[in-house]
């Protein structure tokens, strides 16, 4: 294990991008392993008085090098796969997944958690630690350390087989969005669609050496034709082909379908459940969470449905109108409603998301970014240096009265071979080190900030930069709000530091609450510049934003409540053996909230990756969880702007910082909440801000 020779087993500093190959990546996690492994059976032999610093310590320093290895991994399978890269992950995940089931399975592990927990030094521990302590025993139960000796390799070897399941149907959605073209030779066919977008197209046709326009199914393709085209053919055409890539209804590449993937999903996580004592998987991923029970999430979905509907019926009922009697368009269907809303909007509110989109230039976008949150929280943001996986990936520092607390990657743009959507990522975690000359010094937290947007374009011989919708501003907010989460923390405990800990339906309170700031006057006027005058957002198209803020809000409602509704039924009341399709579920979901269902042949669930391949299996609901906390939050600052005069209140920052960002999972969510607000949330706020108060 010679650390010159593989970058993977450098733990000194940030990871060595530019050094790491696929080969590389066997021999490390076979080294680390090995390591884990070692230490873990010294752990179990050990017959002293179990303590923090003899036993916790050293399990958590060996597992995290494993885990910020297999982390550097798996970041680069999602942004820059490769078919070699692609086969290394796979060969190795399969020896990851035992591992840590093995660990969560080992009874005497289990067993010197809880004698550490009711040992005479527990008392005395800190509220983080005893937060540590206790989720331990919580995840050795949640991990089959109780399943008897018959029962172990069954379950070992779902988690094995849910760990591929999981990966093949992300690698179904990127190896079809990756393969979808759709070429356009006639510019007149193109009507409607903005200048960027059909330069973006042009551009794409020429790195093919091929003449007319190109389309794919990266969102910044995509999805402006649905917005903008003027050709109902072309519409639908693109919305198929996105509706219903890695699915039965995508014939050509059948290798693709996501059908069974899901359903063996399904099985296995029921199964899961079953052997560790549950009635459903709904009821194991709500144990961590802030939520008591699935029957408590359905009702907060089916009452928040309910509020929603009236005011989603009404916004239906205005794009039929406007539809038939504005467009001609007598028979709405999913592939018009996109392009029938914005000219809507632009008729009602006098502006486009178009034209908005001017004004949001990549590098004023990001400066005020840095700006709220460096008003907010009395930090500063300065670039930094580091390694890199693309020659786009950019490198910042977050420091604290001159000192370093935590550094960030940010990766913004859409390209081949990186997982569509946005997200963030943990690369290192904070907690207290031992240092060389002996003293306890501070391992800063380090994250990833990946994003989906258009690329900057050269046209006529010059480099433009990349602009962004409101949307993607809003989206690029909410991502550095899971960053801010993760590097503020002040918690020293790896295990809660940060986002780690944390209730996963409170995980997304920092995100949305941050995406608020990006409908303040008070930000935008300072990180807005046109495209050609270089003027800021005039007041009066902010005006006319702030009109439409809440346009559609019903429809976009009862959207997340259908998705959260579908993920909490399949894996609560459904039988994955019996005879209804996760098809029907779908169906029965839509039937009960949607107003205006999609057509048959849409197959969304097939890339609903949150909760097929990510963390949100039965935690759908999380967003709108949050939101009511996010929501409730933010409005402690507009009282604060009511008083001062600004909503980037620095004293309410201050406070926000000190009693969420802060503490990372350190104490329950709902404790943070409290201590930032004085009370309980209240859904008031999430209502008033969707525009759906009484």
Same mark, same amino acid.
């Given at each position: 294990?010679?650390? @010159? ?7 000194? *500093? ?113 509220? @983080? ?49 990756? *393969? ?89 996580? &029921? ?303 459904? &039988? ?117 108060? @009484?």
């Amino acid at each position: 294990m010679n650390i @010159a020779l593989n970058p993977l087993l450098d733990f000194s *500093d940030l990871p060595r991008f530019e050094a790491i190959k696929p080969e590389y990546i066997g021999p490390a996690i076979d080294g680390l392993l090995d390591e884990c492994r070692n230490v873990v059976k010294e752990l179990e032999v050990r017959s002293a008085q179990v303590t923090w610093e003899n036993f916790v310590e050293p399990l958590e320093d060996v597992t995290e090098k494993l885990g910020r290895a297999w982390g550097i991994v798996g970041h680069l399978n999602a942004v820059v796969d490769t078919p070699e890269l692609r086969a290394a992950y796979n060969e190795n995940q399969p020896k990851i997944t035992e591992f840590w089931t093995e660990l969560s399975q080992n009874l005497t592990l289990f067993t010197k958690y809880k004698a550490l927990q009711l040992g005479p030094d527990y008392a005395g521990y800190s509220p @983080a630690r005893k937060k540590i302590i206790e989720n331990a025993v919580r995840d050795f139960r949640l991990g089959g350390a109780e399943l008897s000796d018959e029962q172990k390799p069954r379950f070992a070897e779902i988690q094995e087989k849910l760990a591929a399941l999981q990966t093949k149907f992300s690698e179904n959605i990127l190896d079809a969005t990756n *393969d979808y073209a759709l070429f356009v030779e006639d510019e007149a066919e193109l009507a409607g669609l903005p200048d960027d977008a059909k330069q973006a197209a042009r551009a794409a046709t020429e790195k093919d050496g091929k003449p007319g326009y190109k389309f794919t199914l990266h969102f910044p393709s995509y999805f402006p034709v649905l917005q903008y085209a003027d050709s109902r053919k072309l519409r639908e055409t693109i919305y198929r082909a996105n509706a219903t890539k890695a699915s039965d209804q995508a014939s050509d590449h059948p290798e693709w379908d996501n059908t069974q993937n899901i359903v063996e999903i399904l099985k296995l996580r &029921d199964e899961e459940a079953k052997l560790l004592g549950y009635a459903n998987y709904a009821e194991v991923s709500l144990v961590p969470k802030m939520a008591q029970s699935p029957a408590e999430v359905i009702a907060f979905l089916e009452d928040l449905a309910k509020r929603a509907r009236p005011y989603a019926e009404k916004d239906l009922q205005e794009l039929r109108d406007f539809a038939a009697g504005e467009l001609g368009i007598a028979d709405l269907q999913a592939w018009d409603a996109t392009y029938v809303s914005e000219k809507l909007r632009e008729q009602r509110y006098a502006f486009s998301e178009q034209e908005v989109k001017q004004y949001f230039p990549e590098d004023k976008v990001v400066a005020g970014l840095f700006r709220t949150i460096e008003t907010l929280f009395s930090v500063a943001i300065k670039p930094d240096r580091a390694p890199v996986w693309h020659k786009d990936v950019k490198f910042f520092r977050i420091e604290k009265d001159g000192k370093l607390i935590g550094q960030f990657y940010l990766d913004l743009y859409a390209r081949n071979g990186k997982r569509g959507g946005a997200w963030m990522d943990d690369a290192r975690g904070r907690r207290r080190i031992a240092t060389t000359s002996g003293k306890d010094g501070i391992q800063t937290p380090v994250a990833y900030l990946t994003c989906n947007f258009t690329e900057p374009m050269t046209v006529n011989g010059k480099l433009k930069p990349a602009y962004f919708t409101h949307d993607e501003v809003i989206t690029l907010f909410h991502e550095f709000g899971h960053g801010l989460h993760h590097m503020l923390t002040q918690v020293d405990e790896l295990g809660v530091s940060g986002i780690s800990g944390v209730e996963w339906d409170a995980v997304e309170l920092p995100s949305q609450f941050l995406e608020n700031f990006c409908w303040e006057w008070d930000v935008l006027q300072n990180m807005t510049a046109h495209a050609e005058t270089g003027q800021p957002l005039p007041r009066a198209l902010y005006d006319k934003m702030i009109a439409a803020k809440n346009f559609q809000s019903g429809l976009q409602t009862l959207r997340q409540v259908e998705f959260a509704l579908f993920d909490m039924h399949i894996h609560h009341d459904v &039988d994955p053996a019996g005879t209804q399709s996760v098809q029907d579920v779908l169906d029965q979901v839509r039937a009960q909230v949607s107003v205006m269902p999609p057509p048959a042949f849409n197959r969304f669930q097939h890339s609903f990756s949150h909760i097929f391949a990510g963390g949100y299996a039965a935690g759908y609901y999380s967003y709108k969880w949050a939101e009511v906390l996010s929501a409730d939050a933010y409005g402690a600052f507009e009282e604060a702007g009511k008083a001062e005069g600004n909503v980037l209140s620095r004293n309410t920052g201050a406070r926000f910082l000190q009693e969420i960002l802060a503490m990372g999972g350190s104490r329950p969510a709902i404790e943070s909440f409290k201590a930032f607000r004085g009370r309980e949330p209240s859904i008031d706020a999430l209502l008033r801000h969707s525009g759906m108060a @009484a």
